[in-house]
Every structure is written in C-alpha cells, then in structure tokens.
C-alpha cells in the first residue's frame, strides 16, 4: 500500500511567517511521529501522537511550533513566526501501534527554508 | 531523557569488506533499537531492529548485536557492496510511559564503499 506522505515536498519562507507542514500516515497507523533533521545530523524528536491525542511533545522547541492530528489520520506540524534557525527537513513517520514496540516508518519530508 | 551516541563518522570501506557501527545509549529502561538507512535526498528506511529481549538478529548480510549490561549495540554488514553506501543512523526508543514512542538517533555514519 501507500507509504507515509508528506507535503509540499520544499517550502521556502519569509522570517516571521507562518507555515503548515501535512503528513499523511500509513492508513491505519494509529501513531504519528513528527521528527527535525538538520543537515548532517541524525532526525530529532519533536512530538508523538497516540491516535488524536499528543502522547508525548517534549522535543517541541518552544510555543512557536503546534502540531495537531484532529482525526486520528492526517497531521499538520504549524510554525508560527519563522526564524532562520527553524530551516531543517521536517520528518513524519507513522506506526501501527505505537508506544515503542513497531516500526517507524518514515514519509520523504518537508525541507522548510526560512530566508 | 535518552542520549545516543555513535561511531565512527565516517566509514569507507572496499568492496567485499565487512563494516562496523557501533552505538552506545544511556537509559537502562530502553528497549527497542532500530537501525536506519538514508540515502542522499531520500527518507531514512529501517534495515533492522532488536528488541532487549534477544542478543543479536541477522537479515542476510546485515546483523544487529545488543549488550544491554554494557548498553551498546552494533551493526555489522557483511560482503560490502557499492550500493550499501549511504549514512546509516542508530535509535534507542524512550524511557517510560508515553515516551517509548520517542527514538533518539545518533548522529550517522557516513558508509563508503570502493568498488
């Protein structure tokens, strides 16, 4: 079936604007993951999803980002007032059962570009 | 929280050669460590996991070790071939609760194959 997907694939921003990041889960994955990787370092943490509830959003970096799964499925990450700083590839990887005991598997990514 | 670290860097080896990545992590209470292939632009793809039940785990010329008294675990592949080349990253999953979601990846190692 499907993968995870992500869209857009590349968005490139203004310093201090506001943007949406999409990810479309493996259907039927009840967690979803969203991860930052900066270029030349492993994927960062950033929040976890147990169906619509976030189980786990310690590695957001600060009230500037949100991210919300209202249905259980599809998942936007939000940024408001972007800083040069927030430019990474913005990772979703969803699970089938989540807490830790499946596999993750990963959507292409989101490179956010903030200028 | 988790703290993963990894090495070597980077990894260049000949064709036919067997590689060795290995990784070190710093909560006893983890108990998943997947291992993840990416290729240049592309999504990081798992190649194999162990659980903390179970010591090592082969998939044809790819094996994973675990000591979970040392906590360390490494990635052995054997037969190189060009193709293996890619940055290869290792994860430990979260400490509890809600967090054993979370995979906290070390930082890559950059695996070159010579032909």
Redesign the interface.
């Known amino acids: 079936g499907a993968g ?1 997907s992500q869209t857009p694939s590349n968005k490139v921003t203004e310093k201090g604007k506001y943007v949406e990041l999409r990810c479309d889960p493996i259907s039927g994955h009840t ?1 979803l ?1 969203w ?1 930052r990787q900066s270029l ?6 950033l929040i ?1 999803f ?1 169906g619509t509830g976030a ?2 959003d ?2 957001l970096p600060n009230d500037r980002f949100f991210a919300v799964r209202p249905e259980g499925s599809v998942s936007t990450l939000k940024i408001q007032r972007t800083e040069r700083g927030d430019s990474a590839v913005y ?1 979703c990887a969803s ?1 089938l059962i ?4 499946d ?7 989101t490179r956010l570009t903030v200028l | ?1 988790e703290n993963v670290e ?1 090495h070597p860097s980077t990894l260049s080896v000949q064709e036919g050669d067997s590689a060795v990545i290995k990784c070190t992590y710093s909560d006893s209470a983890s ?2 460590f ?1 291992w ?1 292939k990416q290729e240049l632009g ?5 190649i194999i ?1 162990i ?1 903390s039940n179970v010591g090592e785990k082969k998939d044809q010329r790819i094996a994973v070790t675990l000591n979970k008294t040392a906590k360390h675990f490494s990635l052995h592949i054997t037969e190189t071939q060009p193709e293996d080349s890619a940055v290869y ?1 290792c ?1 430990a ?2 400490a509890g609760g ?11 190692t950059i695996l070159t194959v010579h032909p």
Request: net charge positive; glycine share 22%.
């Open positions: 995870v967690a993951y991860y030349g370092q492993g994927p960062e943490f976890y147990q189980a786990d310690s590695g990772l699970s989540g807490q830790g005991i596999t993750q598997y990963f959507g292409p990514g | 929280g990894q108990n998943y997947p993840y592309k999504r990081p793809q798992l996991d659980r990253f994860a999953n979260g809600t967090s054993y979601g979370k995979l906290t990846f070390g930082q890559g």
